[in-house]
């Protein structure tokens, strides 16, 4: 996918290809016992599923961020899915497959980037006509430097919406260029 904002840029091109188990001592080098698994797009990498499985194995809590472009179907239950939906602004909502909802479950999250008040709206009529509420918990985050933060947050609130306002910290902690945080 080629989000019109994309952050992860980078992540298109080069890279390492590294067999599972030296990422499995990579990651428990970190000492770190919550493993996100995000992108461009995890599930488009050949081992992805294995990936996953076997880092839920090795007794790390594991969360996988995807576009909802590809079957989530086969992602081991004990992975908890954030579902990034494409909004309009993304350019990339033609690409989204709406039968991945029916995988999702409490333990699950999905969030919208939103890019202005158009996608404020189609996300906001896509949470009620699916119930997402009623379903796990929802996030929506303005694009970086593009929608004004207070202007999301009040149509958040004049809507009585029950999602969660999210912030791209990393952004707001290290400056938005840096890669890897």
């Avoid at 379903?135 to 202007?151: D, E, I, N, R, T």
């Amino acid at each position: 996918l080629r989000c019109t904002w994309c952050d992860t840029e980078y992540a298109f091109y080069g890279g390492n290809t590294m067999p599972i188990e030296k990422i499995l001592a990579q990651v428990q080098s970190y000492g770190c016992p919550l493993v996100e698994v995000t992108g461009g797009e995890p599930l488009h990498q050949p081992g992805s599923l294995v990936l996953l499985t076997q880092l839920c194995e090795a007794g790390f809590q594991v969360m996988l961020e995807t576009s909802g472009a590809f079957d989530i179907a086969n992602v081991d239950e004990r992975v908890s899915i954030i579902l990034d939906v494409k909004c309009p602004g993304s350019g990339m909502t033609d690409r989204m497959r709406w039968d991945t909802l029916k995988h999702l479950s409490g333990k699950d999250e999905v969030k919208f980037v939103l890019k202005d008040r158009a996608d404020y709206e189609w996300a906001r009529d896509i949470v009620k006509r699916y119930s997402l509420v009623d379903l796990c918990p929802v996030h929506m985050s303005p694009v970086f430097g593009v929608l004004h933060l207070q202007s999301l947050a009040e149509w958040i609130l004049e809507d009585r919406l029950p999602v969660r306002f999210q912030l791209q910290l990393h952004k707001v902690i290290w400056d938005p260029q840096t890669r890897g945080v």
